[in-house]
T-cell receptor, first 118, second 112 residues
Framework: EAGVAQSPRYKIIEKRQSVAFWCNPISGHATLYWYQQILGQGPKLLIQFQNNGVVDDSQLPKDRFSAERLKGVDSTLKIQPAKLEDSAVYLC????????????????FGSGTRLTVV | DQQVKQNSPSLSVQEGRISILNCDYTNSMFDYFLWYKKYPAEGPTFLISISSIKDKNEDGRFTVFLNKSAKHLSLHIVPSQPGDSAVYFCAASAWTGNQFYFGTGTSLTVIP
């Protein structure tokens, strides 16, 4: 089975610019997660979807970050305007299970998008 | 508030010897614990898990031990191989929760 696809792999932007990341989860996976991993830290959950509905976005900085998952498949994460502290790897993950079960049995990560804000 | 902690940022081990990676957590609601392995420029991949009803889980060369009273878990790799060189993250979740909380990772280097 194909893995979780993310694009682009790398992105360099200036602060105050906008950027968007794309994720295509494993076919049939209902649950999708976006994580932010800052250098030297563990991944931190930004938002999770169950199909096309948001389950938890409590840690998403909503003044600048937005995400959507149209039709319960692909997802995009947008930052507008970007700040220097947004420099990180943005990881998308998916699971065939419900959100709670996915948190128990693990999920599959994509390779991530490395964002550098200068 | 770091609920999952990996206090050793790096570890070097000779090939064939045992690697022991440690992880501590603070939230007593955590029921499930996982270890992920991450190579450079790749996403984390699931390695092994353990639930709070067990104190040990083994999968080939990898064994995870859980000490609930100490809120501590460890991953043992025996024997260590150069291909095991990677960053290892422990993660914890609660049955009633929706997400994993990750530690900061330990970079393991296995020296041939």
């Amino acid at each position: 089975e194909a893995g979780v696809a993310q694009s682009p792999r790398y992105k360099i932007i200036e602060k105050r610019q906008s950027v968007a990341f794309w994720c295509n989860p494993i076919s049939g996976h209902a649950t999708l997660y976006w994580y932010q991993q800052i250098l030297g830290q563990g991944p931190k959950l930004l938002i999770q979807f169950q199909n096309n509905g948001v389950v938890d976005d409590s840690q998403l900085p909503k003044d600048r970050f937005s995400a959507e998952r149209l039709k319960g498949v692909d997802s995009t994460l947008k930052i507008q305007p970007a700040k220097l502290e947004d420099s990180a790897v943005y990881l998308c993950a998916s699971s065939p299970l419900t959100t709670g079960q996915g948190a128990i049995y693990g999920y599959t990560f994509g390779s991530g998008t490395r964002l550098t804000v200068v | 508030d770091q609920q999952v902690k990996q206090n050793s940022p790096s570890l070097s081990v000779q090939e064939g010897r045992i690697s022991i990676l440690n992880c501590d957590y603070t939230n007593s609601m955590f029921d499930y614990f996982l270890w992920y392995k991450k190579y450079p420029a790749e996403g984390p991949t699931f390695l092994i898990s353990i639930s709070s009803i067990k104190d040990k889980n083994e999968d080939g060369r990898f064994t995870v031990f859980l000490n609930k009273s100490a809120k501590h878990l460890s991953l043992h790799i025996v024997p260590s191989q150069p291909g095991d060189s990677a960053v290892y993250f422990c993660a914890a979740s609660a049955w009633t929760g929706n997400q994993f909380y990750f530690g900061t990772g330990t970079s393991l280097t296995v020296i041939p």
